[in-house]
T-cell receptor, first 117, second 109 residues
Framework: GAVVSQHPSRVICKSGTSVKIECRSL??????MFWYRQFPKQSLMLMAT?????????EQGVEKDKFLINHASLTLSTLTVTSAHPEDSSFYIC?????????????FGQGTRLTVV | GQNIDQPTEMTATEGAIVQINCTYQ??????LFWYQQHAGEAPTFLSY??LDGLEEKGRFSSFLSRSKGYSYLLLKELQMKDSASYLC??????????WGAGTKLIIKP
C-alpha cells in the first residue's frame, strides 16, 4: 500500500509557541490531504481538507487562523498550530488520498502527539 | 444528518469469534471502511466494501447491506493483539469519510 509519513511523531512545546507538523506521501501523489485530531477515547475529528495548490477547507468550529494548513505540492502538506495552548494538546493525524485509487482509500500518517505545557 | 453508530465497547475471549456492527446514514454512499487503531497509533486499513455481501480477508471479514445501511466486521480466531479500537467509516457522495466513534475490543485470555 501507499506510504504516508508524518513528522514529528511526538512534540512538546511551550504555551504560546507554534508547532509545525509535516505530512508527506512517499510513493504517490496526494491530490487531497486530510487533517484530523483525536482526543483520548474519541474518534477522529476532521479539521480540514486540503487540495494541492488551493486553500484548505476547514470544518465548522476549527479556527483557520490558528491551524494553518499549507498543501504546496502533491506530496507535502503541513499543519501549523499557532500560539498553542494546553487545550490544543491532542493526537493529530493526516491522511492522503491518492489520485488513481478511485477516490476511495485514504492512507494515514503515523500521527503526532502534541503536548502543550 | 449524517451519522455512524457502533457499540462503544465489546469483550471477547481469545480464540473466539466476535462481530462488530455498524449502522450508517449518509448523504450518498461511496463505500464503507473498517480501520483498526491501537492506542496511541494511527488507524490502519482493514477493509472496504461498496457492494453488498461478505468480503473475507484472512481472519477478518466485512459485510455490507446497502439497503439496510448496515455493516459488520467479523474477527475469527481472536488473538490478544486484536485488542484495539475498530473504526467504522462511511464515504458520502462528496467522498468524505464520516467516522464512527469506534468500538473498543477487549480480548481476554
Amino acid at each position: 500500500g501507499a506510504v504516508v509519513s508524518q513528522h514529528p511523531s511526538r512534540v512538546i512545546c511551550k504555551s504560546g509557541t507554534s508547532v509545525k507538523i509535516e505530512c508527506r506521501s512517499l510513493d504517490f501523489q496526494a491530490t487531497t490531504m486530510f487533517w484530523y485530531r483525536q482526543f483520548p477515547k474519541q474518534s477522529l475529528m476532521l479539521m480540514a481538507t486540503s487540495n494541492e495548490g488551493s486553500k484548505a477547507t476547514y470544518e465548522q468550529g476549527v479556527e483557520k487562523d490558528k491551524f494553518l494548513i499549507n498543501h504546496a505540492s502533491l506530496t507535502l502538506s503541513t499543519l501549523t498550530v499557532t500560539s498553542a495552548h494546553p487545550e490544543d494538546s491532542s493526537f493529530y493525524i493526516c491522511s492522503a488520498r491518492a489520485a488513481g485509487y478511485g477516490d476511495t482509500e485514504a492512507f494515514f500518517g503515523q500521527g503526532t502527539r502534541l503536548t502543550v505545557v | 444528518g449524517q451519522n455512524i453508530d457502533q457499540p462503544t465497547e465489546m469483550t471477547a475471549t481469545e480464540g473466539a469469534i466476535v462481530q462488530i456492527n455498524c449502522t450508517y446514514q449518509t448523504s450518498g454512499f461511496n463505500g464503507l471502511f473498517w480501520y483498526q487503531q491501537h492506542a496511541g497509533e494511527a488507524p490502519t486499513f482493514l477493509s472496504y466494501n461498496v457492494l453488498d455481501g461478505l468480503e473475507e480477508k484472512g481472519r477478518f471479514s466485512s459485510f455490507l447491506s446497502r439497503s439496510k445501511g448496515y455493516s459488520y466486521l467479523l474477527l475469527k480466531e481472536l488473538q490478544m493483539k486484536d485488542s484495539a479500537s475498530y473504526l467504522c467509516a462511511a464515504m458520502d457522495s462528496n467522498y468524505q469519510l464520516i467516522w464512527g466513534a469506534g468500538t473498543k475490543l477487549i480480548i481476554k485470555p
